[in-house]
């Protein structure tokens, strides 16, 4: 005896019309198909079925049963398609419906009718694919990302975090990228009363100069000593400022922007005076040619006019004057005292702080030679007062020249030894190369840094005699030793020296 399944309501699968009667006129009822509809439609859209091998009844035998629940109940129907493992069509035991099918999203089949029953297990909707970004939204569009596109995911950046670690907080360095230029007013504040004192000095030096300028119209020498004083008030200036800027750390204190402070700035301002002067040497030695010529043959000059002879009294003035302030500038203020220290004339070096100094020796001799003017006569005076103009002027330009090669060596990063030892960089590097220890020089840089600095960069190979740190440091030091009493024996001048050793390889 069949066993019995409970029939499902509204019926999953239709059954196909019995194939040996095809003279029924009514179907059996437990199918929900009613009795006198004859003769059936030709298609019929139902779900799917399946009826599973090993049944005792077909379906024909069903309908010829009479059509009762217990025969129905013989056909089963699986929640989706079924195919056998061993080929893609299905066994021959299968029964296929009469139907047309469409595959769903999940591998089953689904049919193509549209009023199917609300109460099917099959309760998903048939979705039409589209080719494109818009039929994938963007949270099921992150998790199929591949290739390069998975590093902009969420999952990548979750794995990147937990493995790249944020880089840990530099040590500040030690020197500072920059440091905080003062403003005009910060610099007047920070005026010492003694600074204050020689600012005021500088303003009476520049109405000496003046006054000399405007008293000795007529007399080209005393045109002559007006040049000078004004290049001395014009460097005393200098000089304040620089000791001004002394009291800010931006001027000794190194930085990335400026690796050597400000102090090269005093040696750019010092090649600018240099330049200064030697312009208005040539300025009198044009006045004297033009004053020379303007006269002379038939024709009238366009702008005639003949310099009388000056007084006793201006002369005088004037020269007392110039003297006093060459005098308090040297010994009180010590203005030009880097010029003295950057120039270094042999002949003049030994004479003391005073005289030694290039720029006070060239305005105290020119004032002193002015008090001659007064005790010559007319004829006397004139060659006098041209020639000597002329004079000064040479001797202007050429201690402009030589200022201005000495500090154009210090902007160019190189050194100039004293005139009296001028091999005594090449030397220092042979008497290197004696060393037992050393086997060549590669390396030799010496430069003047500003005023007071002077750098040596050495890079030498050694023999490893077998210690190698007490090696390395006896090296050292005689370098050191040998560079420092060899050419520093200019007074103020530090020298820095930095030695690089490698192995000699065999």
Known sequence: MASTLPVPAPPRTPTPPNEDSHALGSMPDGLGIRQNYTPPPAIRTVHDYDIQKGLTESPSAAWGNGGNADSAATMLSPTRASFSTNGLSPQSTYYSPATPQTAGLDGGFQT????????????????????????????????????HKYRHSSIHVSHM??????????????????????TRKEAWWSMTSHQTARLVWCLCHFLIAGYVQFSGAGSLAMTALSRLLLFDAAGATVCVAVDVMENFEVWKRSSIKHPFGLERAD??????????????????????????????????????HSH?????????????????????????????????????????????????????????????????????????YKYFDLSFSFAIALLMIAFGVRLG??????????????????????????????????????????????????????????????????????????????????LGDVKGVVWEISVQMAVERD
């Open 161 to 182: 975090d937990s493995i790249v670690q944020a880089p840990t907080a530099r040590t500040p360095l030690t020197v500072p990228a920059s440091l905080p230029m003062p």
């Open 308 to 380: 009388e002879r000056v007084a006793t009294g201006p002369v005088d003035i004037s020269a007392l004057l110039s003297i006093t302030s060459t005098l308090v500038s040297a010994v009180l203020l010590r203005n030009h005292a880097r010029i003295g220290r950057a120039m270094r004339l042999n002949l003049i070096a030994g004479w003391g702080q005073i005289l030694g100094n290039p720029s006070h020796f060239l305005t105290l001799s020119a004032s002193c030679l002015l008090l001659i003017m007064p005790f010559l006569d007319m004829r006397s």
């Open 405 to 486: 090669m000495s500090l154009a060596s210090m902007l160019l990063m190189s050194y100039k030894p004293h005139a009296r030892d001028k091999r005594a960089v090449r030397e220092v590097i042979d008497e290197i190369e004696t060393d037992p220890g050393v086997s060549s020089v590669e390396e030799a840089r010496f430069w003047q840094v500003h005023y007071g600095l002077c750098m040596a960069n050495l890079k030498l190979r050694y023999r490893n005699g077998g210690g190698y740190g007490d090696e390395m440091m006896r090296i050292r030091q005689r370098v050191t030793s040998l560079i420092r009493q060899r």
């Open 267 to 304: 040696v750019l301002a010092g090649f600018g005076m240099a330049v200064f002067i030697t312009f208005m040497g040539l300025d009198i030695i044009s006045h004297g040619i033009q004053h020379s010529l303007e006269n002379i043959g038939h024709h009238e000059s366009h702008s005639p």
């Open 112 to 147: 193509l009718d549209a009023g199917a029953s609300a109460d099917s297990p099959f309760n998903f909707t048939t979705v039409q694919y589209t080719s494109g970004k818009g039929s994938i939204s963007k949270s099921e569009a992150l998790g199929r990302r591949k290739g």
